[in-house]
């Protein structure tokens, strides 16, 4: 695994995931976020499942829709490691978003300290 960040997020690169036709000329692949510990406390590790292929955005947002974080992730990292603590994220529920503009995910967070 590497590592590509150090702002209070780090990126791991991982395996692949499956690939499923859709329709001619198409793939879709079966993608998944997770996120573990979850609850969190001060770090929070997130596994991005399928999301090998591109560059993918991940985000996360608090339930006010107020973005809390947004980094972009190069194609083949699959592993993020967040620094809840570092970020300031308050405590509450928040959303992760994973969009590699073909694949959508959003995985719910809680942040209980």
Avoid: C, W
């Avoid at 292929?53 to 996360?60: E, I, L, N």
């Avoid at 970020?87 to 694949?103: E, Q, R, S």
Wanted: aromatic fraction near 4%; proline fraction near 4%.
């Amino acid at each position: 695994m590497r590592k590509i960040a150090d702002n209070g997020l780090k990126a791991y690169s991982g395996s692949e995931a499956p690939e499923q036709e859709v329709a001619q000329g198409e793939t879709l692949t079966d993608v998944s976020v997770k996120a573990v510990p979850n609850p969190a406390k001060d770090h929070a590790t997130l596994y991005l499942g399928g999301f090998d292929k591109a560059p993918k955005t991940v985000t996360m947002m608090d339930l006010m829709g107020r973005k809390v974080f947004q980094v972009r992730v190069p194609a083949g990292e699959n592993e993020l490691e967040v620094d809840l603590k570092r970020l300031n994220v308050a405590n509450g529920t928040h959303f992760i978003h994973v969009d590699d503009g073909k694949n959508r995910k959003t995985e719910r967070l809680i942040i209980q300290r």
